[in-house]
């Protein structure tokens, strides 16, 4: 069994940034690949990255690709995305998830999610 934690969401202006953890308690936390996930208001719940086990291997929407970075700590159970030149379209309800490996469709645990709000 795992416990995921979100925190870091905020409101943030255009172009700024953010960076949320996603902290992991309870079973062996390199056994999986955590991925991030977002929905907003209205709109079904979409990938946004994803990070091996090991670290080594990530992924990302297009939408969020060269903006956004993925990293995970494994000595701190914790899974960060850093969100950069951050939109108003970014505004949604962040959450971690443990998968078995990113391109697997089913997700193991969620998290509560976080809030993330881009306006100005």
């Known amino acids: 069994q795992l416990q995921l934690v979100e925190s870091g969401g905020d409101l943030v202006q255009p172009g700024g940034s953010l960076r949320l953890s996603c902290a992991v308690s309870?079973?062996?936390?390199?056994?999986?690949?955590i991925a991030w996930f977002r929905q907003a208001p209205g709109k079904e719940r979409e990938g946004v990255s994803c990070i091996s086990k090991t670290g080594v291997g990530t992924n990302y929407a297009d939408s969020v690709k060269g903006r956004f970075i993925i990293s995970r700590d494994n000595a701190k159970n914790t899974v960060y995305l850093q969100m950069n030149s951050l939109k108003p379209e970014d505004t949604a309800v962040y959450y971690c998830?443990?998968?078995?490996?990113?391109?697997?469709?089913?997700?193991?645990?969620w998290g509560q999610g976080t809030q993330v709000t881009v306006s100005s």
């Open positions: 998830a443990a998968k078995a490996v990113c391109n697997w469709p089913l997700v193991n645990y």
């Open positions: 309870g079973s062996t936390f390199d056994s999986y690949a």
